[in-house]
């Protein structure tokens, strides 16, 4: 799969299918049989000299036949082709999306061009500045070629996954459309990018961040989620002529959580500009009155209820974590005065930044759970609580911080899987673990002393890992089977961020900067 944007020669993205005869001789046989828009319209195909066309009411494919002799017959609206492969055979061909039958190319070369790219690019994190020499190089390597491989090569925005509707539990209706970003993953993104030296990734997710969040007027109208063009209507479909992932109904693509109002996302937004700042980009003046807008939205808006970090259908409340988060917007806005604001500014966010704190302490923490609580007034424990510390919030040192680690462990784990909650979010059957979570337990671990724990744990969850080092989004922890989109970049995401907190704390070196973002750039030293 050729990276068309990187090799010369490739203007649009297409995919080889190369079948090599080593020995003896086989028997291949070859079906093409593609449905355009889900299935839902239909799908002509046609038999070309140098190949198949298959088209649909607006797009269509070619399937180049690059190798003499291979002839496909149609037949049940599928096209076919057999052919005996005998050592020294060489067969190829190459799929293509809304363009022309391929040239005749060397497709040799272009699988040289396509190795030598990926190798110049991933080995990235072993060269100055930004050197990875810790114990699991090559597990941190391949996640970051999966955040690679989700970043849309024209806009620089990084899907949350590449499926839709693979199912959280088997049989159950949980099934959702991950093919989208999501603003909450660039401070975690940005960081595990940038910190292996991928700046030039990073960067260009932040650029899609600010340009989409820019094309809107009023804060109140920034979307959770956006399509990897920028597009704002993700509406929410089911499709009914598909059963789904072992009979997994309903299927669906869009995304209605795009609509929900969800807090958290303006400390995620202030956040990157922050960080923006950090890694040597430089905020303009003409950014500071969108950066005041937000940051003045927030004054106001935190005390509204929303539907939390994980998107819940069970109604709106007053979740914690989405406190925090604003906490963090004016928090990182009172540190972005520093480039652009000034000192008006800077004691009002200040004052409502201490007024939210004040009232998460009074009404967010429960000394019956012995924990921070998932909403005002519930004793739900809520896995995102972990990230109270990790946003700087409180020091891991605080006994609040500390029970919330100990009530996690004993209330949402099994093992060394962690649930993101367990309570009523307003749909029907269970989840698995979230394998995030588990990282940001590691984390907390970590940067609270309890490094051999985290690193035990650390090694556990790596080896749950599939042959080709990919996680999903979650785990069935009874039978180890992964549950929900898949490759989930928010894992890789978690994997990798653990991965320089672990090194960092057994003290390797060659480990590059201090990681930055939403996780602790400031706290390494602190730890307790």
Known sequence: MPLYDEIKGFESPVIYRMIKGLKGEVEMNMRFKPRLDYGREKTTLELCPEGVRASGKKDFLTLTTLTSGMDFVLNNEEAACSRTVIRGDECVLMLAFNQGFGKVNDANSAEEATVRTWRNWAHKCGEAPCVYGGPWHDMVVRSAITLKLLTHSHTGAVAAAATASLPEEIGGERNWDYRFAWLRDASFTVQALNTLGHTKEAMAFLSWFQGVISTHSDPSEIQIMYGLHGERVLNELELLHLDGYRGSRPVRIGNGAANQRQLDV????????????RYGGVLKSEDWPFIRSLADYVVTAWRAKDAGIWEVRGGQR???????????????????????????????WSSEAEIIKDTVLSEGYSEKAGAFVQSFGSETLDASNLLIPLVGFLPF??????????????GLSSGVFVHRYKGYDGLSGSEGAFLLCSFWLIDCLTLSGRVDEAREMFAELMGLANHLGLFSEEIDPLTGNFLGNFPQAFTHIGFINSALYLGKAAGFEQMGPEPMGTVPYFLLEKRK
């Open 266 to 277: 303006y400390g995620e937004v202030l956040d990157a500009a922050y960080q923006l700042t």
């Open 318 to 348: 007053h979740f914690v974590y989405s406190k925090v988060m604003c906490w963090v917007a004016l928090d990182r806005a009172v540190k972005l005065c520093d480039y652009l604001g000034d000192e008006e500014d800077k004691a009002r």
């Open 397 to 410: 040192s605080d006994p609040r911080v500390q029970s919330t680690i100990e009530a996690t462990i004993k």
